[in-house]
T-cell receptor
Framework: KAGVTQTPRYLIKTRGQQVTLSCSPI?????VSWYQQTPGQGLQFLFE???????NKGNFPGRFSGRQFSNSRSEMNVSTLELGDSALYLC??????????FGPGTRLTVL | GESVGLHLPTLSVQEGDNSIINCAYS??????FIWYKQESGKGPQFIID?????DKRQGQRVTVLLNKTVKHLSLQIAATQPGDSAVYFC????????????FGQGTELSVKP
């Protein structure tokens, strides 16, 4: 069974731009969660989608948004990028909600 | 955001020794716990999980212990190998939180050959 895939793996953007990251979950998994990982704050939960609905949301500003498609693939978008948004963005999938399996992440650098 | 992500504690062990990595979790209502291993440049890899109705669970070379009284979780790795060198995270989840995992700060395990 193929694992969680994330594209692109690396991104460089400038302040003020927007970015869209993509996540394809493990086949059959309906839950997709997104996390931000930085050296200073560690791993922080962004949001979770289940059957195309946002089921849970972390404490991030509204510039961070996401969606899930009918095939369970998910995208997250960050608008008006700030330097502090530089991070590794991780996507995790699970059949229901527990036992989450992570993808390799997208490394976003904001200049 | 909700996380404790500060200076990373480090555990250094000799190859072949047993390793014990500790974690204090935050929410007494948490009922599901996971240990992840993260190698440089990769996403976290699932190691083992445990539910709150258990005190101990064993996997291949790994054992997780849960002490709900003091909100403490530990991961024991038997016969530690150089390939076990990585950062280890504990994560907690509780009923009605869906897929929201709250992660600990992580511990860096270094295995000397």
């Amino acid at each position: 069974k193929a694992g969680v895939t994330q594209t692109p793996r690396y991104l460089i953007k400038t302040r003020g731009q927007q970015v869209t990251l993509s996540c394809s979950p493990i086949s059959g998994h309906r839950s997709v969660s997104w996390y931000q990982q930085t050296p200073g704050q560690g791993l922080q939960f962004l949001f979770e989608y289940f059957s195309e609905t946002q089921r849970n949301k972390g404490n991030f500003p509204g510039r961070f948004s996401g969606r899930q498609f009918s095939n369970s693939r998910s995208e997250m978008n960050v608008s008006t990028l700030e330097l502090g948004d530089s991070a590794l963005y991780l996507c995790a999938s699970s059949f229901y909600s527990n036992e989450q399996f992570f993808g390799p992440g997208t490394r976003l650098t904001v200049l | 955001g909700e996380s404790v992500g500060l200076h990373l504690p480090t555990l250094s062990v000799q190859e072949g020794d047993n390793s014990i990595i500790n974690c204090a979790y935050s929410n007494s209502a948490s009922d599901y716990f996971i240990w992840y291993k993260q190698e440089s440049g990769k996403g976290p890899q699932f190691i083992i999980d445990i539910r709150s109705n258990m005190d101990k669970r064993q996997g291949q070379r790994v054992t997780v212990l849960l002490n709900k009284t003091v909100k403490h979780l530990s991961l024991q790795i038997a016969a530690t190998q150089p390939g076990d060198s990585a950062v280890y995270f504990c994560a907690e989840n509780w009923y009605n939180q869906g897929g929201k995992l709250i992660f600990g700060q992580g511990t860096e395990l270094s295995v000397k050959p």
